[in-house]
């Protein structure tokens, strides 16, 4: 499968931004789909995650302020962004994975390529 990030930008803190990820070679169905995201000089770190049966997990920074959601068809996931904080700037990835008990121990199989938020204060 193939993802592809759209829907970074610069935004006010406070403001709200939603990000989309459109796959491509097969749809999401079967997959765990999942945000992460990386701010300069840090390590890489999940935001949020969707797992086969439609779960969702949060990180602690984001819980409450951003929503992972996908349609119907399993095409798209999204990350949908508010009361953004300047400590939220970092470029953000769409990743998958098709493991049936995939739990997040380990990186995701598949990434798209990042998209860069930024949150002015």
């Known amino acids: 499968v193939q993802l592809q990030a759209s829907g970074g930008g610069l935004v006010q803190a406070g403001g709200s931004l939603r990000l989309s990820c459109a796959a491509s070679g097969s749809t999401l169905r079967l997959y765990t789909v999942g945000w992460y995201r990386q701010a300069p000089g840090k390590q890489r770190e999940l935001v949020a995650r969707?797992?086969?049966?439609?779960?969702?997990e949060y990180a602690d920074p984001v819980q409450g302020r951003f929503t992972i959601s996908r349609d119907n068809a399993k095409t798209m996931v999204y990350l949908q962004m508010s009361s953004l904080k300047p400590e939220d700037t970092a470029v953000y990835y769409c990743?998958?994975?098709?493991?049936?008990?995939?739990?997040?121990?380990?990186?995701?199989?598949?990434w798209g390529q990042g998209t860069l938020v930024t949150v002015s204060s």
């Open positions: 990743t998958a994975d098709d493991h049936p008990y995939y739990d997040g121990a380990s990186p995701p199989t598949y």
């Open positions: 969707i797992s086969r049966d439609d779960s969702t």
